[in-house]
């Protein structure tokens, strides 16, 4: 083994309003977050990034929505890979999902840590309209990336808690302007702007900066609504206003953008 293979590595497979998984290997562990698409789709943008699988022992759910849990059932059932989430989580999702092992079925509660070894994953609770939402911070050696995706603000005691890691998956799912302007009804635009809704661009920059560090190198700009903001529109937003507040994009760290449809490459941290 060389060097460079002992690192964490991760990609975001899809991001958006249609469909969430994001990919984490280490040199003896595969994991993913979340299963928003069909088995049949997690398998093929795995294989774009030469992945199976096959070798993914365990996928840890977020909350219940359907763009982050369509998928449990099925990859549980056909690949047995050990499910994570909290009760909340577990109680409102297991109709959706149908039936699976009891032995494949595992607690996690915001807060705690799952130890693989040279991989642990840390659970943290984020303010969103699921029963028990929470998201995750992998971590290996020291190193380690953080996905946060659905909430409609950051608490300084998630702040705190994901602060300088050396990645970031970063919710920027709207523009405000063009969600107030565009077809949703009233009730869910208030729903998305809500303090359990999502975060806009500026919310997602303005996150960003709270906790960015020395180490960070990567961010990722996801779960982008492909009604209410644009690639373009989300990523000059969060670079401009992070290097209007002094922050050295491009330098100290690259911002890259997720897509719903296509995975991002596999990354080294």
Known sequence: ???????????????????????????????????????????????????????????????????????????????????????????????????ID????????????????????????????????????VHHDDESFCVLTDTGYVSDSVCGTIKDADGYLMECNHDIQMLEEGPYSWPLKQRILGDEGHLSNEEGADALMNVVGRRTKQILLGHRSQHNNRRSLAHLTVASLMAEHDFAVD????????????PTPLTML
């Not at 330098?251 to 296509?262: L, N, R, T, V």
């Open 251 to 262: 330098e100290d760290f690259k911002i890259s953008d997720a897509e719903p449809d296509q």
């Open 102 to 137: 009891p032995l494949q079925k595992h607690l996690l509660e915001p807060g705690e840590v799952k130890d693989f070894g040279d991989m642990q994953v840390e659970s943290f609770a984020v303010s969103h309209d699921a029963a028990e939402p929470q998201f995750y911070q």
């Open 1 to 99: 083994m060389t060097d460079t293979d002992d690192h964490l590595k991760f990609s975001a497979l899809a991001s958006g309003s249609t469909g969430n998984c994001t990919y984490f290997e280490t040199p003896h562990h595969k994991i993913l977050v979340d299963a928003g698409l069909s088995g049949k789709r997690i398998a093929a943008l795995m294989k774009k990034i030469g992945r199976s699988l096959n070798d993914v022992e365990a996928l840890f759910v977020t909350h219940e929505h359907n763009d982050h849990a369509h998928g449990v059932g099925v990859l549980a059932r056909r690949y047995g890979m050990a499910v994570y989430a909290n009760r909340g989580t577990w109680a409102a999702m297991s109709k959706r999902i149908g039936k």
